[in-house]
């Protein structure tokens, strides 16, 4: 969990993805799908999380990559295997908030307007220090749509 965290703060320390607490991250540990480097579960490649916000919506989050291993597939491979999860799970739709769109737009996500999103805005985002000033995109994956 202490490579998740560092990972995540690395990223958090440029502004490019929302930092989470380290019992925030115990808290929610079942959510996240973990890229590692061989057998060596203590070097941690990427993360990413799907977070279950109502019955037929989730979040993808905290996806990070460390930097000398970007361009290597690796966020695909977590985002689509987040996807998957949420088909089984009988979950629709998939949105994320980030600062990446092009990335996820090459998974079939379009933008979306955040006020569709009232679960997320009430739930996470009215704690966030970037609130109301988030600019942050937010982009949904619909199963039906793909």
Request: glycine fraction near 6%; include cysteine.
């Amino acid at each position: 969990m202490r490579a998740i965290y560092a990972l995540l703060q690395f990223f958090a320390g440029r502004n490019l993805l929302l930092g989470r607490s380290l019992s925030s991250l115990y808290d929610h540990l079942r959510d996240f799908k973990v890229a590692v480097a061989g057998d060596d579960p203590q070097q941690v490649l990427g993360v990413c999380s799907l977070h279950i916000c109502w019955e037929n919506l989730a979040e993808i989050r905290s996806l990070a990559i460390a930097e000398s291993y970007q361009d290597r597939g690796i966020g695909r491979t977590l985002v689509e295997s987040c996807l998957a999860e949420a088909r089984d799970f009988g979950i629709s739709r998939v949105f994320t908030l980030t600062y990446q769109p092009g990335f996820f737009k090459k998974l079939q996500f379009v933008p979306v307007d955040k006020s569709e999103l009232p679960h997320k805005v009430w739930s996470d985002c009215i704690n966030c220090p970037m609130f109301p000033d988030c600019n942050e995109e937010a982009l949904i994956w619909d199963k039906e749509k793909v």
